[in-house]
Nanobody, 120 residues
Framework: QVQLVESGGGLVQTGGSLRLTCKDS????????VNWFRQAPGKEREFVAA?????????YADFVKGRFIISRDDSDKSTVYLQMNNLKPEDTAVYYC????????????WGQGTQVTVSS
Protein backbone atom coordinates (compact mmCIF):
# COMPACT_ATOMS: atom_id res chain seq x y z
CA GLN A 1 0.00 0.00 0.00
CA VAL A 2 1.25 3.45 -0.87
CA GLN A 3 1.70 5.83 2.05
CA LEU A 4 3.60 8.94 1.12
CA VAL A 5 5.05 11.19 3.79
CA GLU A 6 6.73 14.49 3.03
CA SER A 7 9.09 16.23 5.42
CA GLY A 8 11.77 18.90 5.48
CA GLY A 9 9.70 22.02 5.06
CA GLY A 10 10.15 25.10 7.19
CA LEU A 11 10.79 28.81 7.28
CA VAL A 12 13.78 30.14 5.37
CA GLN A 13 14.96 33.52 4.16
CA THR A 14 15.15 34.51 0.52
CA GLY A 15 18.18 32.89 -1.07
CA GLY A 16 18.22 30.04 1.42
CA SER A 17 17.94 26.31 0.85
CA LEU A 18 15.81 23.43 2.04
CA ARG A 19 15.76 19.73 1.22
CA LEU A 20 12.39 18.03 1.15
CA THR A 21 12.04 14.29 1.58
CA CYS A 22 9.32 11.99 0.28
CA LYS A 23 9.15 8.57 1.88
CA ASP A 24 6.81 5.74 1.01
CA SER A 25 6.35 3.22 3.77
CA UNK A 26 5.07 0.73 1.21
CA UNK A 27 8.21 1.28 -0.90
CA UNK A 28 6.07 1.55 -4.02
CA UNK A 29 7.96 4.66 -5.08
CA UNK A 30 11.07 2.54 -5.61
CA UNK A 31 9.34 1.03 -8.66
CA UNK A 32 7.44 4.10 -9.85
CA UNK A 33 8.11 7.58 -11.04
CA VAL A 34 7.76 10.32 -8.46
CA ASN A 35 6.56 13.90 -8.81
CA TRP A 36 6.68 16.95 -6.60
CA PHE A 37 3.83 19.45 -6.74
CA ARG A 38 3.10 22.56 -4.72
CA GLN A 39 0.07 24.60 -3.82
CA ALA A 40 0.17 28.19 -2.64
CA PRO A 41 -2.76 29.78 -0.79
CA GLY A 42 -5.56 30.64 -3.19
CA LYS A 43 -3.85 28.95 -6.11
CA GLU A 44 -4.18 25.63 -7.85
CA ARG A 45 -1.72 22.81 -7.27
CA GLU A 46 1.12 23.00 -9.79
CA PHE A 47 3.83 20.66 -11.02
CA VAL A 48 7.37 21.24 -9.74
CA ALA A 49 9.59 18.30 -10.66
CA ALA A 50 9.55 14.64 -11.69
CA UNK A 51 12.01 11.77 -11.62
CA UNK A 52 11.74 8.47 -13.45
CA UNK A 53 11.92 5.08 -11.78
CA UNK A 54 15.58 4.58 -12.63
CA UNK A 55 16.47 8.26 -12.21
CA UNK A 56 17.51 8.31 -15.85
CA UNK A 57 15.07 11.14 -16.53
CA UNK A 58 14.12 14.27 -14.66
CA UNK A 59 11.83 17.12 -15.59
CA TYR A 60 11.32 20.53 -13.99
CA ALA A 61 8.87 23.36 -14.18
CA ASP A 62 10.46 26.40 -15.78
CA PHE A 63 10.20 28.43 -12.60
CA VAL A 64 12.50 26.05 -10.68
CA LYS A 65 15.02 25.10 -13.36
CA GLY A 66 18.54 25.72 -12.17
CA ARG A 67 17.41 26.06 -8.55
CA PHE A 68 15.75 22.76 -7.58
CA ILE A 69 17.09 19.22 -7.95
CA ILE A 70 15.03 16.05 -7.66
CA SER A 71 16.86 12.84 -6.82
CA ARG A 72 16.56 9.45 -5.20
CA ASP A 73 18.47 8.23 -2.19
CA ASP A 74 21.43 6.11 -3.25
CA SER A 75 20.69 3.31 -0.82
CA ASP A 76 16.90 3.53 -0.56
CA LYS A 77 15.31 4.22 -3.94
CA SER A 78 11.88 4.63 -2.36
CA THR A 79 13.10 7.89 -0.79
CA VAL A 80 13.01 10.91 -3.07
CA TYR A 81 14.47 14.33 -2.34
CA LEU A 82 13.77 17.79 -3.60
CA GLN A 83 16.79 20.02 -3.02
CA MET A 84 15.62 23.61 -3.20
CA ASN A 85 18.25 26.34 -3.55
CA ASN A 86 18.06 30.09 -3.99
CA LEU A 87 14.53 30.12 -2.61
CA LYS A 88 12.23 33.01 -3.38
CA PRO A 89 9.12 34.26 -1.59
CA GLU A 90 7.02 32.99 -4.50
CA ASP A 91 8.19 29.46 -3.66
CA THR A 92 6.09 29.63 -0.50
CA ALA A 93 3.59 26.78 -0.69
CA VAL A 94 2.68 23.37 0.63
CA TYR A 95 4.76 20.82 -1.24
CA TYR A 96 3.37 17.38 -2.04
CA CYS A 97 4.88 14.26 -3.51
CA UNK A 98 2.98 11.94 -5.81
CA UNK A 99 3.85 8.64 -7.41
CA UNK A 100 2.87 7.63 -10.91
CA UNK A 101 3.19 4.42 -12.90
CA UNK A 102 5.30 6.07 -15.59
CA UNK A 103 7.51 9.13 -15.91
CA UNK A 104 5.51 12.35 -15.56
CA UNK A 105 2.25 10.51 -15.04
CA UNK A 106 0.19 11.62 -12.05
CA UNK A 107 -0.86 8.88 -9.70
CA UNK A 108 -3.75 8.75 -7.29
CA UNK A 109 -1.66 8.78 -4.14
CA TRP A 110 -0.61 11.98 -2.41
CA GLY A 111 1.12 12.73 0.85
CA GLN A 112 -0.13 15.23 3.43
CA GLY A 113 2.31 17.88 2.28
CA THR A 114 5.01 19.91 3.96
CA GLN A 115 4.89 23.69 4.34
CA VAL A 116 7.67 25.80 2.87
CA THR A 117 7.70 29.49 3.75
CA VAL A 118 10.25 31.87 2.28
CA SER A 119 10.51 35.25 3.94
CA SER A 120 11.63 38.34 2.06
Amino acid sequence: QVQLVESGGGLVQTGGSLRLTCKDSGRTTANNAVNWFRQAPGKEREFVAAVSRTEAFTHYADFVKGRFIISRDDSDKSTVYLQMNNLKPEDTAVYYCNTGSSFRSIGQYWGQGTQVTVSS
